[in-house]
């Protein structure tokens, strides 16, 4: 059986197991409750959270599962893998559907028997069901804070502070000025509306201009959009409340239309939700008629004409997103050198043809000071893909070159290091009926010492072996894969002009792990 270990720790948790002591404690369950293993790997992400599931050790244990290198995962405890009971579910779901057991040494839940896997199932659903009871919990106090005024958490609105409020014998959260920041939104605010910007415009003369945000970084058109429509500081009006109610939001019941008077800030609680996006967790904005809006125990600095006149802005500068010309082979596979995925323009010439360029959005954006990455002609970079893959389908052993490299190569061989082993074995066989003979003697003592040592050195041959054997399958695995994708290059190259300019970009971004320009080289991988 093929064994993939797989240790997590995070920075925040000092007191938590080092993944040395759980690695060592896996493979101690595996020496004891298996005694035929053909390989074990070892997967760590050291200093990982674990509501991240975007780890490297955890991609590279789905790759190599995926590859049929895994057979069975051993992991200390089930709070290595993750947090989120969605996250464990689809987890063990990739493990269900390509057929490989599940063993965390701690719980004792071991999948490799019915006993096991049924048990596997009941810590689910007690699991879910103890999250669900939380959450709801969460949500109801949440929601009584919200709808009587005061602050729920999270980071205070720019033009704010948080401050406690003692109410008889309990203290709840409030929002107070801040008056630095105050004058700061006002002074973007402004500048937005004198100018009739478009949230692009407004970025570009923010950079231009030296205007950064308030922790010196340079502002985005996602930060001055959630500045801008911040509702918060905006005054409790009877205008407002109706701006809410055509959105569909639910307005609490103890916030009648007629308790608008102005005199407060608006508090609206559920604007944001988790979403996931390549295995992370993002916040983005919640559909309107999830949103709970009641009146805010705070003062507000904003008038509502003034937030009106925001909102109306951002609907003078609308535009259509259907795609007027081809996709580029390259785009959102190319990278530049700093790690951004390159975008793309368009550029109308006199007679009325189109180039397409490749450029970096955080030069774009942040000026050449934090990439010095030029724009390129988008056919002159997927011309020289094109050209790899050509040498690709004339000689399939050029496919090399174009793998990630593995481990360094060991210095010993697995030949070599069965020889040792069989020393090894050798030796301990001669000590031991030394031993018998001289059980009594004062040698005794030293031979038993030698015997111990040689049993250490041929463990630790033993593990050193078993890696060997992995490396051995995953490299098998992975020059499987790029055979794979040579077949998909050669059907491109010999159906090009058939295929779409969509359908030859999607088959770029299946066969390409790798594209990175750093100006003067093309870095490419399979």
Known sequence: MNFGIYCRKSYFVDTSESTQMQLTKCKEHIDQRFPEVSSISFYEDDGYVRSDMDRPGMNQLKEDIAAGLIDCVIIYKIDRVCSDMMDFCTFYSYLREHEVKFITVRDGIDTTTPLGEAMMYLAVIFSGLEVRTDSLRITDNMNHLAASGFWCGGQAPIGYDIASVDLGSKSHKTLVFNQAEIDYKNNLIDIFLENGFSLQNMETYCRNNRITS?????????????????????????????????????????????????????????????????????????????????????????????????????????????????????????????????????????????????????????????????????????????????????????????????????????????????????????????????????????????????????????????????????????????????????????????????????????????????????????
Not at 232 to 257: L, Q
Not at 414 to 419: D, E, F, L
Not at 495 to 524: H, M, P, Q, Y
Request: glycine share 6%; hydrophobic share 35%; proline share 3%.
């Open 214 to 526: 308030l922790n010196g970084s340079f502002l985005s058109t996602t930060q001055l959009y959630s500045m801008f429509t911040s509702p918060h500081c905006v005054r409790a009006t009877p205008a407002m409340y109706d701006y809410f109610e055509a959105k569909g939001c639910m307005i609490d019941e103890n916030s009648p239309r007629e308790k608008w008077d102005g005199r407060h800030g608006i508090i609206v609680y559920g604007r944001t939700m988790e979403k996931r996006v390549n295995g992370k967790k993002r916040h983005s904005l919640a559909p309107p008629e999830k949103w709970r809006v009641s009146i805010g125990f705070h003062e507000p600095y904003m008038e509502d004409q003034r937030f009106f006149a925001i909102m109306a802005q951002f609907g003078h500068n609308t535009f259509s997103k259907v795609a007027k010309y081809d996709l580029p082979l390259l785009k959102g596979v190319l990278r530049c050198k700093c790690g951004r995925t390159m975008s793309m323009s368009r550029k109308k010439k006199a007679d009325g043809s189109v180039s397409t360029w490749y450029y970096c959005p955080k030069r774009m954006r942040a000026g050449a000071e934090a990439c010095d990455m030029r724009q390129i002609k988008a056919d002159l970079l997927d011309g020289k893909v094109l050209d790899v893959f050509k040498e690709i389908q004339h000689d399939p052993a050029t496919v090399k070159k174009y793998l990630k490299d593995g481990k360094k190569p060991a210095r010993d061989s697995s030949a070599t290091v069965r020889a040792r082993m069989e020393t090894c074995q050798e030796k301990i066989g001669k000590l031991t009926a030394a031993l018998a003979v001289n059980n009594e003697s004062a040698a005794a003592k030293y031979i038993i010492g030698e015997i111990e040592k040689l049993d250490i050195e041929y463990n630790t041959l033993k593990n050193k072996l078993l890696n060997f054997a992995a490396e051995e399958r995953r490299a098998a695995a992975q020059m499987k894969s790029a055979m794979e994708k040579r077949e998909a290059i050669i059907r491109l190259l010999d159906n090009f002009d058939s295929f779409s300019a969509n359908e030859r970009n999607e088959i770029a971004k299946n066969v390409l792990r790798e594209c990175t320009w750093d100006g003067e080289t093309l870095f490419i991988m399979l």
